[in-house]
Structure formats: structure tokens, C-alpha cells
């Protein structure tokens, strides 16, 4: 479920997003869409979900994410799911507040960039850990594109 799940909020909701309101002729810039998109199911709904669980089930993030053995750090994990709870909330609330794409983007670029660098350096990764490296990876470069877009125009 937790494959599908992040496949479906980092890849295919913001792709499908873009792609059909692309066909719906908007006529927003294609990079503008990605921001949109990409802050709304990437940085919303998947920060949003995954800080949700953080902060009622800890052991997952740091059990099958993480691979640890004890419990000690579940009110670390916790307060991680806080603050993806409270920066998804953003997210989401971009879709009818469109002044807080760019802030978000921002703070998604930053999270998922640090965070993919962290499970790149990692050995041994289980496949959870590989795919959230690579959904990571993959938002931080939509993300950041958006920002460096918006700041050159």
C-alpha cells in the first residue's frame, strides 16, 4: 500500500494534473504547472498523509523506513510527522491560496533535496528507502525548478 500510495502523490496526481490542464489550455507556463502540482500532491497531500501516520504510528518511518531496531526515536519521528503534517496542510491549501505555492515550494525543495541526499547516502537500502530516495529526488528537482523559474522571470 505505501508503494502505491507514494507512486500515486509523487508521480502520477502531479503528472496527470499537469497534463490535463495542460489539454485544458489554461495557458499557464508549463514550469508554473509543476509548481502548482507538485506543491499541491507532493508537498500537500504525500507531507500532509505521511505526517498523519508519523505521528500515530512512529514505528513505520522508523521501523520500515529506517530500519531501526528499538523505539527510541518515535518521539523524534513524531515531531518529524508534526511538521510534514503542518507543511502539507500548506500544500494543499495552495490549490485555493495560491500565494503560498511559492513558500511551500520553497520548504518542499529544501525537505525533499536534504532528504533524498540523506537516503542516497545510505547502504543497503530497503526498497521503501529506495523509493522514497527517488520520489524524493524527483520532487526536490520539480520543486526547485519551479523556484529558480519564478525567481529568474
Known amino acids: ?13 502531479p503528472v496527470g494534473s499537469i497534463l490535463a490542464e495542460m489539454l485544458l489550455g489554461t495557458g499557464d507556463a ?6 502548482k502540482w507538485f506543491v499541491f500532491w507532493a508537498a500537500g497531500w504525500r507531507l500532509l498523509l505521511a505526517g498523519a501516520k508519523q505521528i500515530v504510528q512512529p514505528q513505520f518511518t522508523a521501523h520500515e523506513i529506517f530500519k531501526m531496531k528499538t523505539d527510541e526515536a ?4 513524531r515531531e ?9 496542510l500548506l500544500g494543499v491549501a495552495s490549490i485555493w491560496a495560491t500565494s ?4 511551500v515550494a520553497i520548504a518542499g525543495a529544501v525537505f525533499y533535496g536534504a532528504a533524498g541526499i540523506q537516503h542516497v547516502t545510505l547502504k543497503d537500502k530497503s526498497g521503501n528507502e529506495s523509493l522514497a530516495m527517488a520520489t524524493d529526488l524527483l520532487a526536490f528537482v520539480a ?3 519551479y523556484v529558480l523559474y519564478v525567481w529568474t522571470r
Not at 508549463?30 to 509548481?35: A, H, T, Y
Not at 503560498?100 to 513558500?103: G, H, I
Open 1 to 13: 500500500m505505501y508503494t502505491v500510495i507514494v507512486v500515486l502523490l509523487m508521480i502520477v496526481l
Open 30 to 35: 508549463p514550469l508554473l504547472l509543476v509548481g
Open 74 to 77: 518515535l518521539p523524534i519521528v
Open 80 to 88: 518529524l510527522g508534526i511538521a510534514n503534517f503542518a507543511v502539507g
Open 100 to 103: 503560498f505555492v511559492l513558500p
Open 143 to 145: 520543486l526547485a525548478a
